[in-house]
Nanobody, 121 residues
Framework: QVTVRESGGGSAQAGGSLKLSCFIYGDLFSSNIMAWYRQPPRQQRESVASMTSGGYENYIDSVKGRFSISRQSVPMKAVHLEMNNLKPEDSGVYYC??????????????WGKGTLVTVSS
């Protein structure tokens, strides 16, 4: 059983910074992808940033140069999202996702409950 739990978030002024952390409990497949998604008000959930266990990073265009994703394996698995130069359009509920993969298929797909980020102008 794998559990994903976010922390961080909150409110910030435009131009400010916030850091989100996500801790993963349980046995996640060693080959995996950890990611942050967000869902702005009245919009669909979108992938913001992801990082594979091999270190490959991916970002949506709107956050490139402002957000940075990082991972840790000890003392426990975690993924962090450093968000700088925040804009009001970054507001939304941010979800952590962890997927295991065997190279051919997804082996487990786990979501956190989300944490709210509000950026005011």
């Amino acid at each position: 059983q794998v559990t994903v739990r976010e922390s961080g978030g909150g409110s910030a002024q435009a131009g400010g910074s916030l850091k989100l952390s996500c801790f993963i409990y349980g046995d996640l497949f060693s080959s995996n992808i950890m990611a942050w998604y967000r869902q702005p008000p009245r919009q669909q959930r979108e992938s913001v940033a992801s990082m594979t266990s091999g270190g490959y990073e991916n970002y949506i265009d709107s956050v490139k140069g402002r957000f940075s994703i990082s991972r840790q394996s000890v003392p426990m698995k975690a993924v962090h999202l450093e968000m700088n130069n925040l804009k009001p359009e970054d507001s939304g509920v941010y979800y952590c996702n962890a997927k295991g993969t065997n190279g051919h298929a997804i082996v487990g797909d786990y979501w956190g409950k989300g944490t709210l980020v509000t950026v005011s102008s």
